[in-house]
């Protein structure tokens, strides 16, 4: 049943913003599959290698990631969910943690699953005012 699926989806998609806003990093990799594949932007300032797949090597940029920023915010505001696909709309405040500037900006979340597990995740936000986050003012 095609609808159920996508409400199955759907909780699984909540689970995932659950799990990492609790910080509990290990049950949120954990919805994902052993060969995931993880397509996010990448952030100027910020070296960490956002294409990558792998579970292991999620659980391994999720710890690095802990070093740069924190998410003051993490908030998804609507679940589309079509076919294997759930589509997240939202909004994330977060911190440098190098020059403790923040910015906010919206999100756009693509969950692919498979088989009970997220089996693709693909990010868009605005990795400009991100980097610019992450960018020390020039002293004078």
């Given at each position: 049943n095609k609808k159920m699926n996508e409400q199955e989806n759907i909780k699984l998609a909540?689970?995932?913003?659950?799990?990492f806003t609790t910080?509990?990093?290990e049950s949120f990799v954990n919805l994902f599959s052993e060969d995931v594949t993880w397509n996010a932007p990448e952030i100027e300032n910020l070296p960490l290698q956002m294409k990558f797949s792998g579970r292991d090597k999620?659980?391994?940029?999720?710890?690095?990631?802990?070093?740069y920023e924190e998410y003051l915010k993490m908030e998804p505001t609507e679940f589309i969910a079509q076919g294997d696909k759930v589509v997240v709309l939202g909004n994330l405040v977060a911190r440098s943690k190098q020059?403790?500037?923040?910015?906010?900006?919206d999100f756009v979340h693509v969950?692919?699953?498979k088989d009970g597990?997220?089996?693709?995740?693909?990010?868009?936000?605005?990795?400009?005012?991100?980097?610019?986050a992450h960018t020390a003012a020039k002293s004078a």
């Open positions: 909540e689970r995932a913003y659950e799990t910080g509990d990093a999620l659980t391994a940029v999720l710890s690095e990631h802990g070093n020059t403790n500037n923040q910015y906010e900006t969950f692919t699953v597990k997220f089996v693709a995740f693909l990010e868009f936000l605005d990795n400009a005012a991100a980097g610019r």
